[in-house]
């Protein structure tokens, strides 16, 4: 231990536990009083609050919100010298059901289809109550973000929806409107400091904060609770190799502070993880992506196909892009083409970010006027890639897929459509993680769950870094969707609210 953090009256010193006999749940300790995985609250703070919010994306944001809204004292400390982690450079969906906008385009909707839907997507894995927790309060997370200004662009259909439920806003839009909002609310707002270690009190209840450095560190109480809002651990290749070490030939796109911080902290003290076996990576990324704005196409939830280098198919396209990445980072050289004709080129221009037409503008896709040109521009065999196609046009003609069983565009949405109008185009893609959404156990009211099934007494958490809510594979909207909506209701749960 550093002279400065003993000068803070922080220290790590063995730690009897005075709880008049009851059991203290989530700490880990062995004999002679020595104590590992639990830091001591400090004798005296250096910041005092109610609740400390740890990182400022859209799940801490929400929650520092509605947590100062009851009159309590907030800090939402940040890590990064920006806000809004990965939510910020998000694609901006947010899966939300039984709106107006979507009444108005006529599509039925309802929170007994979206639990339905969630479940199925997620291979029944996920936690019912979490899903349930989504579903019960994503309406009215819907309603708040338009009282806040949130202006949604349009309804589309994605990965895993039965019905059109992707409601698209601008990420940095809604962040910056958060911010405000947060400001407005009386949020303190602490940039470029990192949570490093949570504290614990006598009574076992997490009691607060040491963030700062380890050489310098700064601490903040928590009188009411701790709620982590710190993103998932993309860039953490220890933890990724740890838990899926066949992640390791993806690409990852993520906010720049997303190394499993708050993962580790509630860890410590015992916090039980869920769903780390199916962190899984998007299909439908260029080859040198750097952002989702720019070099994401989905064009086979349009009706384009998929196929490798030899110009064969392999994969049922109309699966989850998650599950599509598993079988495109088995194919050689980690990719896939996506490849359609002029027909389902003009559906997906509509894409409301234009990036379809950005990356033929910077020539990332291909086209021709034959499949037989196209092949040579690709580098496949032309031959292979004709019968593909042909194989494939037979069978969406006869109304099925001998091959991988598509039957429809995504999910139970959109029938197949023949690969047929001149020009051809292909997209070279791979997969990328754009987060690990599996996490930290939590219960439906956000607080943290222990390895033995036990409430860590005042640590609440909320968005990426959870696990749970998506069980196998996620239904595009409910990752950026949670971290709003689970903010929400652990902002209130944390003060009592709810
Ligand atoms: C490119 C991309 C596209 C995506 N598109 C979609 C989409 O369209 N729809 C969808 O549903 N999901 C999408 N996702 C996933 C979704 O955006 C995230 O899961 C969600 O926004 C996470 O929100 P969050 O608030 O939990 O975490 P983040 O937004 O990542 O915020 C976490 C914050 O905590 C900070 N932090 C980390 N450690 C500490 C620490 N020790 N102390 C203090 N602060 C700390 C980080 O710096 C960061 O600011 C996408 C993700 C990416 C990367």
Known sequence: MSRDMKGKGYTRRSFILTTGG??????????????????QK?????????VMVIGAGSAGFSAAIHAAESGAKVILLEKMPVIGGSSIICGGAL???????????????????????MMKVGGNENIPSLVQAYVDNQLATYEWLKTLGVNFLKIGIASGMSVPRSHYVKPADVLAILRDEARKKGVTLVMRTP???????????????????????????????VILTSGGFSLNKDLLAKFVPVMAKAMAINGLGNHGDG??????????IKDMAYIKATFGFDLEAKTISEDFVLMFYQGAIIVNKEGNRFVDESLSYKLVGDAALAQKDAMGFQLYDAAIREKGMSDPFGRTAGLEKRGRIVSAPTLTELAQKMNVPADSLERTVKEYNADVEKGGDSKFGRTTLVASYGK?????????????????????YGGILINDKTEVINVFEESVPGLYAAGEIIGGMHGVAYMTGTA???????????????????
Request: hydrophobic share 45%; aromatic share 10%; net charge neutral.
């Open 22 to 39: 009851a059991a203290v749940t989530g700490i880990l300790y062995a004999g002679g009083g020595k104590v590992f995985g639990v830091t």
């Open 42 to 50: 400090p004798d005296t703070w250096d910041n005092e609050a109610d």
């Open 95 to 117: 899966c939300f059901a039984g709106t107006d906008m979507q009444a108005a385009e006529g599509i039925k909707d309802s929170n007994e289809l979206l639990y339905d839907d």
């Open 195 to 225: 949570a490093h270690r949570l504290a614990m009190d006598e009574k076992g209840r997490i009691a607060g904060v040491i963030a700062g450095t380890m050489k310098k560190p700064v601490t903040y109480s928590a009188r009411k609770a």
């Open 263 to 272: 993962l580790k902290m509630a860890w410590a003290y015992g916090a039980d």
């Open 416 to 436: 197949p459509v023949k690969i047929d109008q001149p020009p051809f185009y292909a997209f070279p893609s791979t997969a990328a993680i754009l987060g690990t």
């Open 480 to 498: 950026f969707g949670k971290a709003l909506i689970l903010g929400r209701l652990a902002g209130k749960t944390a003060v009592g609210g709810q």
